[in-house]
């Protein structure tokens, strides 16, 4: 993803700045850069989230479809992701270049969402057995300016937040199959509650201690990357280790406890910001791009 | 039929616009710091992203780079929430295979290639929002990318739909009035010279007619044209008054 190249004295100084818990542009092991962010931006969409986190940027689109249940688990909804890596960020991504990434990131947030606590998929559910509704989370990554995974899953529960699931009544038919009726009405919807949805940390580690919201400068010189998905209460429903270094267990420890507390303060900024741009109301101008 | 839904009594249309008016236009220059040159359009509901990666080197192992001439190698891509039916896969198959292609003829008659020999430039687009235009966006978002990158151009390139109803042609269609049947045909342009760099036509209509809808299209590449050129110059001065350029 990075192509930088770096000299021994910039990773040297990069690495100093880590050991004395202030890096290049200022920032503390676990403070995050700035970050801007819009809901319902794509009126195609059920919801949708645009976030920006400095230079990384990510548009993600959540479409409700009726579909028949799994026969597994026939009284559950479904959330499927896809990612799609777009050639704006970086040519390397032209055709089929990003699907590698675009897998990788699919699958951790697949994994992340696993957990039942997580998302009740039970709510998704119109008729057992017959009809329940599918949520198409559909990323689209702009611009890579490192961090990439947990912008992703930010912009994924703000998108989760802002969809508005039509509101269905069954009517039966006699003698038939019974009839769905989706409601007309776009005021009338349902949410999704994502008060326990996950936000993903990835700590990266640089010399002896790990960083939060790691620059692509830093990403050159870690060896190794934790992620950790971390729900608003605190819990890990996903740990994952990329890259090609090793840790020690102790350092797995600390470096999950900082996640934690890294995570529950994220979600906690982030679903107050979310709660305040709803209370806008209709009389919020959408910004988009522009 | 179709005549009654697309042009009222009184000269209107669906969305309310008259017969020969273009749709809202807003745009920005220089939305990505990442890419060489990058622009945003909004063509009505129809929104688009355009990058320009280079001049560079050549990167692709499949393109063959050219003595003479820079390799433009374009891709169209609809990101999968953009049109009502959720699209299954972004980009890869026929029809954005054929858009990148288009797009590629357009600009390859734009762009002064005889600058650059050897070397490669890419224009990436991504439809974010699809409400008919595609291309036309494209094109023109293209352009903006592409002036924000500072290739040098032979002319701007703007490109726009027009249609037939009854006998009045109508300019800029919207995706509703596409699918409803009528002809669409998509022109780009140099507004300047007023030289057509791609034609295309849907569906048919008689050919006494073709004159007159190729003008139509043609006064609405001149007219996107004015729109871009005002938008490009006040990105121009802004960047200017704050990097602290004399005002002319």
Redesign the interface.
């Known amino acids: 993803m990075t192509d930088l190249i770096l000299s021994e004295s910039e990773k040297t100084f990069i690495l100093h700045g880590v050991e004395q818990n202030f890096r290049i542009d200022g920032r503390t092991r676990s403070d995050l850069r700035p970050i801007v962010m819009e809901t319902d931006v794509?009126?195609?969409?059920s919801g949708?989230c645009h976030l920006r986190l400095a230079?990384t940027?990510i548009?993600v689109?959540?479409?409700a479809?009726l579909e028949t249940p799994l026969a597994a688990h026939p009284d559950r909804g479904r959330i499927e992701f896809?990612v799609?890596c777009?050639?704006?960020?970086?040519?390397a991504f032209?055709?089929?270049g990003g699907d590698d990434l675009a897998a990788d990131i699919s699958r951790v947030l697949t994994s992340a969402y696993e957990s039942p606590e997580v998302l009740d998929l039970r709510e998704l559910c119109i008729m057992k057995g017959r009809t329940c509704w599918i949520l198409?989370v559909?990323i689209?990554i702009?611009?890579?300016?490192g961090n990439l995974y947990d912008t992703v899953s930010m912009a994924v529960k703000s998108a989760l937040f802002s969809t508005k699931i039509p509101l269905v009544s069954v009517t039966s038919v006699d003698g038939g199959e019974p009839e769905l009726e989706l409601s007309d009405d776009p005021h009338s919807s349902s949410r999704i509650s994502v008060k326990n949805a996950p936000i993903l940390v990835t700590l990266t580690r640089i010399g002896n201690h790990c960083v939060v919201d790691s620059t692509p400068e830093e990403e050159t010189c870690s060896s190794a990357s934790l992620l950790v998905s971390v729900t608003p209460s605190g819990h890990i429903t996903t740990v994952k280790k990329i890259g090609g270094g090793s840790f020690q267990p102790s350092s797995i420890a600390s470096a999950t406890k900082q996640a934690v507390s890294v995570g529950v303060h994220l979600n906690q900024s982030i679903m107050d910001k979310l709660k305040q741009e709803e209370s806008m109301g209709r009389k919020r101008e959408k910004v988009?791009?522009? | 039929m179709s005549g009654f839904e697309l042009l009222s009594d009184q000269g209107l249309r669906l969305d309310g616009r008259k017969s020969g008016e273009l749709r809202r236009i807003?745009t920005?220059l220089g939305?990505?710091?990442?890419?060489d040159g990058?622009a945003?359009i909004?063509q009505g509901?129809t929104?688009v992203?355009?990058?320009v990666?280079g001049p560079h080197h050549m990167?692709d192992t499949r393109l063959r780079p050219n003595q003479e001439k820079v390799v433009v190698?374009c891709?169209y891509?609809m990101?999968?929430?953009?049109?009502?039916e959720?699209k299954r896969r972004?980009?890869?198959d026929k029809k954005s295979l054929e858009m990148s292609q288009h797009l590629k003829q357009t600009f390859e008659a734009t762009i002064k290639t005889e600058l650059y020999p050897r070397s490669q430039i890419?224009i990436?687009v991504?439809v974010?929002?699809a409400d008919g235009g595609n291309y036309c966006a494209c094109v023109n978002a293209a352009t903006l990318a592409l002036i924000d990158a500072g290739i040098p151009l032979k002319d701007y390139v703007t490109a726009c739909t027009a249609s037939l109803v009854l006998d009045t042609p109508l300019v800029d269609i919207s995706s509703l009035e596409a699918t409803t049947g009528g002809p669409e045909l998509t022109l780009a342009a140099h507004p300047k010279s007023g030289q057509i760099v791609l034609l295309e036509m849907s569906h048919r209509f008689h050919i006494d007619h073709l004159p007159k809808v190729i003008d139509v299209a043609l006064e609405g590449c001149k007219n996107i044209y004015t729109i871009l050129d005002k938008a490009v110059r006040r990105h121009v001065s802004n960047t200017g008054a704050s990097v602290g350029w004399e005002k002319s």
């Open positions: 794509v009126s195609h969409a949708s230079n940027d548009l689109g959540v479409k479809e896809f799609d777009s050639a704006n960020a970086t040519p032209e055709g089929r198409y559909d689209l702009l611009e890579v300016g988009g791009f522009l | 807003q920005r939305v990505f710091g990442q890419a990058s945003y909004e509901n929104k992203l355009a990058a990666y990167r190698n891709q891509s990101a999968v929430f953009s049109t009502g959720r972004p980009r890869g890419d990436f991504e974010l929002q």
